[in-house]
């Protein structure tokens, strides 16, 4: 299990790249077994989550090529419909294979993904969308076996706006016979970046980025090259540790809509923040006002992935916060760790009051998951002292060359094997 050194209190100034999104990339890559042609895509970010893709992928018979950040997945050999549950495990967000494979070989067999570090995540409405599309879905000893012989294309209505679910119907709609519509769909730019790859395919999507999508079955799909989005998630990342540390920074290669609501409170709490096309500069001296209250809502409200690395934020503002996390039931771990870095935070059920000290100090701490872990880094970077982050396998699932990005900007960072 690896673990951060960090040497807390040191400003940032420079320039930080962001990676291709991850969470733009997963779906692509499930994607890429509805064609036997091949498919590239550039600029894929070595994270974990990435690679066990990757590895489902070559379980169903695809042939993978990987360059430092390319892809290249030829799916002419694919032959396998069953999704390895070691895999799912890992990866929860293989549910959205599902879609793809059935749209490929008619029929599809997963394990249950079931709960994680941050809630239960139920797959209900995955699976309601796929039967609408005519899938007879069988579960039995923790699997999923779905069958359909001939996918047609239904009107669904989505109970809540669910990414995954609007990403699974989408794959499993673009060759299905007639006219797919999804209502109260997920409006994530994540999902525009899935309706461009899949029409560059020859597919025939419309209305990504609303809650209504479109979708024309077509026959067949051809092979693509594609470069996904910028990680805005990475890129609010970035941007919130330069806040709490106070310093200058560039973030390159991200469109300053898809982080709005993050740009929105920063400018609230005193951070200036200047925009030119793909560029966002940020200005801060670190000492912030608080904001009174966060909520996290599906986009283009307050992102849930960049909740917990904004309440670290809450903590050395001056004032009192009040964060509602509206997505997940427990995305609140990271709290217990912050307090032992001297934290004010109550935590009730999916709301935190954060009152603001003057600084954190050092200590060692254990990441609970993703977003949790980029969370602690933040606050040892801000912090006075040093630190030790354990339990990296979480930030490695998300973030590519952590350490080497935060170095570049002047973090006194560096990762121990033990
Ligand atoms: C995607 O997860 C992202 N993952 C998550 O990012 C992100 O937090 C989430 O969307 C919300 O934006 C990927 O894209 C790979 P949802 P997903 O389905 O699709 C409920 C990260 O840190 N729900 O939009 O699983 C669910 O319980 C990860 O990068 C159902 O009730 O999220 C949750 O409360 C974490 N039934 C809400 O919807 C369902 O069938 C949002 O879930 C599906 C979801």
Request: aromatic share 6%.
């Amino acid at each position: 299990m690896d673990k951060f050194m960090i040497e807390g209190g040191r400003k940032l100034f420079g320039k930080v790249e962001v990676q291709s999104a991850k969470n733009a990339v997963l779906p692509l890559l499930a994607a890429s077994v509805l064609t036997d042609e091949q498919v590239k895509i550039r600029g894929v970010p070595a994270i974990s989550d990435v690679e066990n893709m990757l590895k489902i992928l070559s379980e169903l018979g695809c042939k993978i090529k990987r360059t430092k950040d390319c892809a290249i997945i030829d799916g002419k050999n694919a032959v396998s419909h069953e999704i390895p549950a070691r895999l799912t495990k890992e990866l929860r967000s293989s549910v959205f294979m599902l879609g793809s494979v059935l749209s490929r070989f008619q029929k599809a067999k997963i394990s249950y993904p079931g709960g994680c570090d941050i809630g239960l995540r139920p797959i209900d409405l995955h699976l309601s969308g796929l039967k609408r599309l005519g899938v007879q879905i069988v579960e039995e000893n923790g699997y999923i076996i779905c069958v359909a012989e001939n996918l047609t294309g239904a009107d669904i209505l989505l109970d809540f706006p669910s990414v995954g679910a609007t990403e699974n119907i989408i794959l499993a709609a673009v060759k299905a016979k007639g006219v797919t519509v999804i209502r109260n769909a997920a409006k994530e730019p994540e999902i525009v970046d899935l309706q461009n790859f899949l029409n560059a395919m020859g597919a025939k999507v419309a209305g990504a980025g609303s809650s209504t999508i479109v979708i024309e079955g077509v026959k067949k799909l051809h092979g693509v090259e594609y470069t996904p989005i910028g990680d805005r998630i990475e890129a609010g990342t970035f941007l919130i540790a330069a806040a709490v540390c106070g310093g200058e920074i560039e973030v390159e290669g991200i469109s300053s809509e898809n982080i709005a609501a993050l740009l929105h409170k920063l400018r609230e709490n005193g951070c200036k923040i200047h925009i030119k096309n793909d560029k966002i500069y940020l200005g801060s001296d670190g000492n912030l006002k608080s904001v009174d209250l966060v909520e996290t809502t599906p986009f283009p409200g307050f992102p849930t992935d960049l909740q917990a690395q904004y309440s670290t934020l809450c903590c050395t503002a001056s004032g009192t916060t009040l964060v509602v996390e509206n997505l997940f039931e427990t995305r609140f771990k990271f709290a217990a760790e912050l307090k032992r870095m001297g934290a004010d935070i109550s935590v009730r059920d999916r709301t935190a009051v954060i009152r603001g000290v003057k600084k954190l100090h050092g200590a060692c701490v254990t990441a609970g998951d993703l977003r949790g872990g980029a969370a602690l880094v933040i606050a040892a970077l801000g912090a006075e002292g040093e630190s030790s982050v354990y339990d990296l396998s979480y930030v490695d699932r998300g973030y590519a060359d952590f350490e080497y990005k935060l170095r570049k900007i002047g973090a006194n960072i560096k990762r121990i094997h033990i």
